[in-house]
């Protein structure tokens, strides 16, 4: 059964009325990832995807959860939440920090240009291809485009923050 003692309060009674709800463990598995608990929402995660086995939000937190708690296993599930909406920016960027983390910059940096080829206006995406470039010692571009994404939304703390640490560490 649930462990109602470990978990919020407001999805106790909901998952006790309704425990096939692949939803209600999605939405759990996420609250504990915006809380930064990745080992708490991994279980909340693999049961939302068992019963939703076609829910790309299932998949990506159960993706999030094994990568943020450094597991393996967390890249498959992110590509394969990908393959259900290859254009989605979340899932593209997600995908292609679960590379980084891995060591797999290349692949990284190949899934964001090709993103960003599609959607060139995406701040959060030239974010993170700035931190790719970044991670394969790139400095000049990972400035441009740090600086690209400053200029398509200048409140991304993302961007002053990555200027800020390229500015220190290569300029």
Same mark, same amino acid.
Not at 26 to 37: F, K, P, W
Not at 45 to 64: K, Q, S, W
């Given at each position: 059964?649930? #462990?109602? +003692?470990?978990?919020?309060?407001?999805?106790?009674?909901?998952?006790?009325?309704?425990?096939?709800?692949?939803?209600?463990?999605?939405?759990?598995?996420?609250?504990?990832?915006?809380?930064?608990?990745?080992?708490? &929402?991994?279980?909340?995660?693999?049961?939302? =995807?068992?019963?939703?086995?076609?829910?790309?939000?299932?998949?990506?937190?159960?993706?999030?959860?094994?990568?943020?708690?450094?597991? @393996?296993?967390? &890249?498959?599930?992110?590509?394969?939440?990908?393959?259900?909406?290859?254009?989605?920016?979340?899932?593209?960027?997600?995908?292609?920090?679960?590379?980084?983390?891995?060591?797999? =910059?290349?692949?990284?940096?190949?899934?964001?240009?090709?993103?960003? &080829?599609?959607?060139?206006?995406?701040? @959060?995406?030239?974010?993170?291809?700035?931190?790719? +470039? &970044?991670?394969?010692?790139?400095?000049?571009?990972?400035? @441009?485009?740090?600086? #690209?994404?400053?200029?398509?939304?200048?409140?991304?703390?993302?961007?002053?923050?990555?200027?800020?640490?390229?500015? #220190?560490?290569?300029?």
């Amino acid at each position: 059964g649930v #462990q109602t +003692c470990a978990l919020p309060i407001s999805f106790d009674g909901a998952l006790s009325a309704l425990p096939m709800d692949a939803s209600l463990w999605r939405a759990l598995a996420e609250s504990y990832l915006g809380s930064d608990e990745p080992e708490e &929402a991994a279980r909340p995660a693999r049961r939302a =995807v068992a019963l939703g086995p076609d829910d790309a939000a299932g998949m990506n937190a159960l993706g999030l959860a094994a990568y943020r708690a450094g597991r @393996s296993g967390g &890249a498959l599930w992110l590509a394969r939440a990908l393959l259900l909406h290859p254009d989605e920016p979340l899932l593209i960027s997600n995908l292609a920090n679960a590379r980084l983390a891995l060591g797999e =910059v290349e692949a990284a940096r190949r899934l964001l240009e090709s993103a960003l &080829a599609r959607a060139p206006r995406h701040a @959060s995406l030239l974010i993170n291809l700035a931190n790719t +470039c &970044a991670a394969s010692n790139r400095p000049e571009r990972a400035q @441009s485009h740090a600086k #690209q994404a400053m200029v398509l939304e200048p409140a991304l703390n993302q961007g002053h923050r990555l200027l800020g640490i390229l500015a #220190q560490a290569f300029f």
